[in-house]
Nanobody, 114 residues
Framework: QVRLVESGGELVQAGEYLRLSCTVF????????MGWYRQAPGKEREFVAS????????YYADSLQSRFIISRDNAKNTVYLQMFRVKPEDTAVYYC???????WGQGTQVTVSS
């Protein structure tokens, strides 16, 4: 059974740093493109970043690429999202996804206070 487990979300102040993690269970992780998405209250889920299996292909939402970094550790079946200089508008539930599948994690809440 495939499971994705996100962690790292918390309440932080604007300008601080946060790192999210997503660990994948039950699947050969190293060949998967992995993505991070987020959903703010009252809004649609939106793309944040993605990373290919060998980390050679990395993509970001245009508005986030200057502050977010996606990475992965295939030995740990884990993908990370580093969030620098967070803003109140980054407040959302953050989800990871195995690209082109319906495999999603339960989400981790990030709340940024001003």
């Amino acid at each position: 059974q495939v499971r994705l487990v996100e962690s790292g979300g918390e309440l932080v102040q604007a300008g601080e740093y946060l790192r999210l993690s997503c660990t994948v269970f039950g699947r050969t992780f190293s060949k998967d493109v992995m993505g991070w998405y987020r959903q703010a209250p009252g809004k649609e889920r939106e793309f944040v970043a993605s990373i290919s299996g060998n980390s050679g292909g990395i993509y970001y939402a245009d508005s986030l690429q200057s502050r977010f970094i996606i990475s992965r550790d295939n030995a740990k079946n884990t993908v990370y999202l580093q969030m620098f200089r967070v803003k109140p508008e980054d407040t959302a539930v953050y989800y990871c996804n195995v690209d082109s599948t319906d495999y999603w994690g339960q989400g981790t809440q990030v709340t940024v206070s001003s």
